[in-house]
């Protein structure tokens, strides 16, 4: 049977939405509980859902600049990439093994716009950027930790700062090892990689002979971006960044919901704010830690429980967190979905 793009994209389709059936029929929850903190989150619903328009839209721009820094400036529209983007995240969160169902359909639909080779390349480029901005969010928010540490918000002690030390210097080397893929390509030693498991040396080997031009295309406008084209390369990981720091305010509405506001005021909400960051850095650091799980199923709820525990403040509230955010994942899922029956 020949693979069109069509058929893939039914593929994609009925793998995402058998994703969200599964995910419907096995909350932690029962669908009577389900309802009541849904009915609590009330209109709060309103900006938590909607604050992903805007954090997909920053993507979408740091997507457009890697897209412009490879030359296809003008190739695509906005919209269009902006459309990609959220398809994409709705088939990672469906598929398992890391998220890996979002970029090969974002390949094969931007490859209608632009070179097949440039569209991969930038595809491969975002997705080191998505990676290497969580890295630099997860680094910053050790200093913010730090922070509210010496103001005596949150405990410092021995054990504390042993597990502070360890995860700088993991993300030291991550930094180090981003550096040498941003400088010198990865997209061949990757397949290398592939080949030292065990059954897949044969294909890597193959597969090496018969693109090897291809590749070593793609790895060399990816080294290109970082080398020759800076202000996209620094713009693109500045408003990925940027999107995590948006994205928690997802949980600073949700802990304002509960009442917790750190007394109140103007300072009394940067403190929540900056809470709902370490609370997201940590979930977010839990969950692409076990990234092979479809949606991260537990992990992420698990990862806002302890956060929001360590942190002095309920469990309930972190159960609550983590079950409106399953909930927000699966509708712009379904959102995704239908966008892309729109293609």
Request: include cysteine.
């Amino acid at each position: 049977m020949k693979w069109t793009r069509k058929r893939v994209n039914n593929l994609f389709f009925f793998l995402g939405v058998a994703t969200v059936v599964v995910m419907l029929f096995t909350f932690d929850v029962s669908f009577v509980e389900l309802w009541d903190n849904l009915c609590r989150a009330g209109y709060w619903l309103i900006p938590i859902l909607g604050i992903w328009i805007v954090v997909y839209g920053i993507n979408a721009l740091a997507w457009q600049s890697i897209i412009n820094g490879v030359g296809a400036k003008g190739q695509v529209s906005f919209w269009r990439i902006y459309r990609l983007t959220i398809t994409g995240y709705a088939l990672n969160y469906a598929t398992p093994v890391g998220g890996l169902g979002g970029e090969p359909y974002r390949i094969m639909e931007l490859s209608k716009n632009i070179e097949k080779k440039t569209a991969t390349s930038s595809v491969i480029l975002y997705a080191m950027m998505h990676m290497f901005a969580h890295i630099c969010f997860w680094f910053s928010s050790i200093f913010i930790y730090l922070i509210l540490a010496f103001m005596g918000d949150l405990p410092l002690n021995t054990a504390t700062g042993t597990l502070l030390t360890m995860i700088t210097v993991l993300f030291l080397l991550a930094f180090y090892l981003f550096s040498k893929g941003y400088r010198n390509g990865l997209v061949v030693k990757t397949i290398r990689w592939i080949g030292k498991i065990p059954g897949l040396k044969g294909w890597s080997r193959r597969f090496l002979e018969r693109h090897s031009a291809s590749l070593a295309k793609i790895d060399s406008q990816i080294a290109a971006l970082h080398q020759q084209d800076k202000r996209a390369f620094y713009s693109s990981l500045s408003l990925e960044f940027l999107s995590r720091y948006v994205q928690s305010l997802e949980v600073m509405f949700m802990l304002l919901l509960f009442g917790v506001d750190s007394g109140g005021g103007t300072m009394g909400l940067l403190l929540t704010f900056l809470h709902s960051v370490l609370i997201m850095a940590f979930t977010t650091f839990m969950a692409n830690l076990i990234g092979f799980l479809p949606m991260q199923l537990g992990v992420q709820e698990g990862g806002f429980v302890i956060s929001i525990a360590a942190l002095g403040l309920s469990a309930a509230l972190g159960i609550f967190v983590s079950i409106i955010c399953r909930v927000r994942e699966i509708v712009w899922i379904v959102i995704g979905l239908l966008l892309m029956k729109r293609e």
